[in-house]
């Protein structure tokens, strides 16, 4: 069966570092917690995972269009739990993107194909929570949100 | 309402960078995709995010009765689905770690109150899929496997 596997290491207090496909990856806390910060606390790696994923799936869509961005950011926020364990209960995320204005409708498809079809890690974090989404595209909203009963979350954060 | 907020930017080919509380994690694909394997590719971040989470709360639980171990490895794996999109559908994480014989207990019932109730990467996860865990302690397995019905998952890593 294919899988991945990763291997992490114990470096001391409280570092960690994971081997992923051969990149060294450090973990810390804080130093209110006995760490030393010398690298990500571990939970917003979910929110990383996610980013890379749907992001790599976007520039890869595109391409096969011959279509290229000038520029490509996302922001992914994940909202904690009130109670322990803390975890995410929500995840949204704001898609910016600049590139030729011809391209708006291709922009749109290529990240709608991605969340709803190819990313994997955005159909695992959806068994376990809400994951919606907004676009903005040469400075212009052009997807302002997944679903309207979710837009309370996206709301917060402008 | 409390949050973690991750940015990642895109860097060209297939390379983004995220910012995750203050520092850089690379992300990349390999060649044979379009990029240039200058970072690890998104999806075992998700497996990454588990050791970290559940690592640290063991060295915490421990140090908190005065207990330090000498050596601390976690092994994990993540089975990958047959069918698009590619997630996770199954998790197994092998515990390695060396101390003080008289410790065995202690360090039994730190995993099992992460694994049960403090990691939130843990608790979050096992929403979508099954996650499963064994325990070597001077390298002598002192918990076998989590559930009988997924004994299946750890045999073949063996």
Redo the contacts between chains.
């Keep these: 069966?294919?899988?991945?596997?990763?291997?992490?290491?114990?470096k001391g207090?409280?570092q960690?570092n994971?081997d992923?496909?051969?990149?060294t990856?450090?973990?810390d806390?804080p130093a209110r917690?006995?760490g030393e910060?010398k690298?990500?606390?571990?939970?917003?790696?979910?929110?990383?995972?996610?980013?890379?994923?749907t992001?790599?799936d976007v520039?890869?869509l595109l391409?096969k269009s011959g279509i290229f961005?000038s520029?490509?950011?996302?922001?992914?926020?994940?909202?904690?739990?009130?109670q322990?364990?803390?975890?995410?209960v929500a995840i949204h995320m704001i898609y910016s993107l600049s590139g030729d204005p011809g391209h708006q409708q291709d922009v749109l498809n290529a990240i709608t194909d991605s969340q709803e079809?190819?990313?994997?890690?955005?159909?695992?974090?959806k068994?376990?929570?809400p994951v919606t989404w907004e676009i903005i595209y040469n400075q212009e909203i052009i997807f302002p949100n997944h679903s309207a009963e979710r837009k309370s979350v996206a709301g917060?954060w402008h």
Tied chains: 1, 2.
């Design positions: 069966m294919a899988h991945h596997e990763i291997e992490t290491t114990w207090k409280m960690f994971a992923v496909n051969g990149h990856i450090v973990m806390a917690v006995g910060d690298g990500p606390i571990p939970k917003p790696f979910i929110l990383t995972a996610l980013s890379g994923c992001g790599m520039v890869a391409r961005l520029d490509f950011q996302m922001k992914v926020r994940g909202e904690l739990s009130k322990q364990p803390l975890e995410y079809k190819i990313c994997g890690v955005s159909h695992m974090l068994k376990a929570m917060i």
